[in-house]
């Protein structure tokens, strides 16, 4: 529908000159307005971005926006002809009044989210009240902010089962009803149990939750993370209106032991991935000991070699010069220098995952102008060959960037291995 924006909201309306004919008792009361839109300037606040860049909220055709003052019980509704929001039954008032504006209602049902990026802004809420008050004879002049935050929902294992539900000290959150005396939204709550998101499976979700209050956020009956710390309930001031936030149903990264006694770190990449070590096994393997399993595994029953699925980093496309480009696919990848060693840098791209990264290095060259990579999959083809993961490059080209599915495995051909963990 439109996405999500950080900058002024001046809602101006203007009365326009036709009396209704029914307007017999007070017949200096206009009727039909217009109003021209913008949003609060929150550039001092986290942006909300994606792969696609940064999120701008800008109205769409046939948006609503409901305004009431403080004379009238309902409220009036505009709606976006693409140009400006007009209203046909809109009047102003026979005596000062204070104005105030709603997006995208009166009322917001939080309940059952559909979890899409575009889906958050019908029910990103704004609010906001004339400074003054006024007749709307000479228009009006509203600044809108925002009353809500965004939560970014991040399901990092394949089976993963999403039941999210936002909790503060009266209940359930249920939805957002207009307050006009305060040209701010109130917390709709109930007392049992009520979800504002269901999925299932590994993927990045977005909903819309209440802010400036205390919350409390589980799946099911568990907390989420944030930055791999269990995140469960706010400070007393809740949320940041307008601003985003990252939780996770798991860690992304933290450590596991091997059979040899070390402690080793490990990192996820992205959503439904394979938990990555930090670092190679020390010594090459050749093809039995990488595909070994359980205890008789280099590290041990916890670890265990990836296939060249896992492996999938990146989409590698060979040009008709015969060189390869890499383009981001489940993570963005970088040649680098690391500890003396050149090699591929993984990033993740997904959110969640921006500062999650691993280093490949390369068997053979110290700088860019030269190296060569090899490491084993697990992957076997057609019960013979297995399949390995190779790069080659230098000098400014990538030469080669591929899943070779005719690896040789004999005992005499040995590779790097960067194990995964065995869950």
């Known amino acids: 529908m439109k996405k999500i924006l950080y900058s ?20 200096d009361v206009k009727r039909g307005m217009v109003l021209k839109a913008n949003v609060e300037d929150t550039d001092t606040r986290a942006t909300i971005t994606d792969n696609e860049g940064k999120w701008k909220f800008a109205f769409a055709t046939n948006d609503k926006v409901k ?20 209203s046909a039954d809109a009047k102003q008032t026979a005596e000062a009044a204070n104005w105030c504006a709603f997006f995208p209602g009166e009322t917001i049902d939080l309940t059952n989210q559909s979890g899409d990026f575009a889906d958050v802004a019908n029910k990103y809420a704004l609010a906001g009240a004339t400074a003054t008050a006024t007749t709307g004879s000479d228009g009006l002049t509203v600044t809108m902010k925002a009353k809500v935050a965004v939560l970014c929902i991040v ?32 917390v709709e709550t109930k007392d049992t149990k009520v979800s504002l998101l269901s999925k299932q499976g590994a993927g990045v ?17 568990e907390p989420l993370y944030s930055g791999d710390k269990p995140m ?47 670092e190679n096994v020390e010594s090459k393997l050749n093809w039995s000991q990488a595909t070994a399993e359980g205890s008789d595994y280099v590290w041990g029953a916890n670890w265990r070699t990836p296939t060249k699925d896992e492996m999938n980093f990146v989409d590698a496309k060979k040009g008709s010069d015969g060189y390869y480009t890499l383009n981001s696919l489940n993570t963005k990848a970088e040649v680098k220098v690391q500890g ?4 591929y840098l993984y990033t993740g791209i997904q959110p969640g995952y921006t500062d999650k990264t691993i280093f490949l290095p390369a068997q053979d060259g110290t700088d860019e102008s030269y190296f ?5 999959s697990s992957t076997v083809i057609n019960k013979t060959p297995g399949v390995s993961f190779e790069f080659f490059g230098g000098g400014g080209v990538l030469v080669k960037y591929e899943l070779n599915e005719n690896a040789h495995t004999t005992s005499d051909t040995q590779l790097f291995v960067r194990p995964v963990l065995n869950e």
């Open 372 to 376: 060569h990579g090899l490491y084993w």
């Open 205 to 221: 979700y977005y909903i819309v939750v209440p802010a400036g209050v205390k919350i409390s956020v589980y799946n099911g009956n």
């Open 155 to 186: 399901g990092v294992n394949k089976d993963d089962i999403l039941d999210i539900s936002v909790k503060t000290d009266d209940g359930y959150v249920s939805g957002l009803k207009a307050d006009k005396n305060s040209a701010d939204f109130k």
């Open 232 to 278: 469960s309930t706010t400070k007393a001031d809740g949320l940041k209106a307008g601003k985003y936030y990252t939780l996770t149903t798991g860690m992304t990264k933290g450590s596991a032991e091997n059979k040899l006694g070390d402690t080793i770190g490990w990192v996820q990449l992205w959503p439904g991935g394979p938990k990555f070590a930090t």
């Open 67 to 86: 305004v009431g003052n403080d004379q009238v019980e309902s409220y009036y509704t505009f709606t976006n002809n693409g140009t400006v929001f007009a």
């Open 8 to 27: 002024v909201f001046m809602l101006a309306t203007m009365v326009l000159a036709a009396c209704s004919s029914e307007d017999t008792t007070e017949p």
């Open 340 to 343: 003396g060693k050149v090699g």
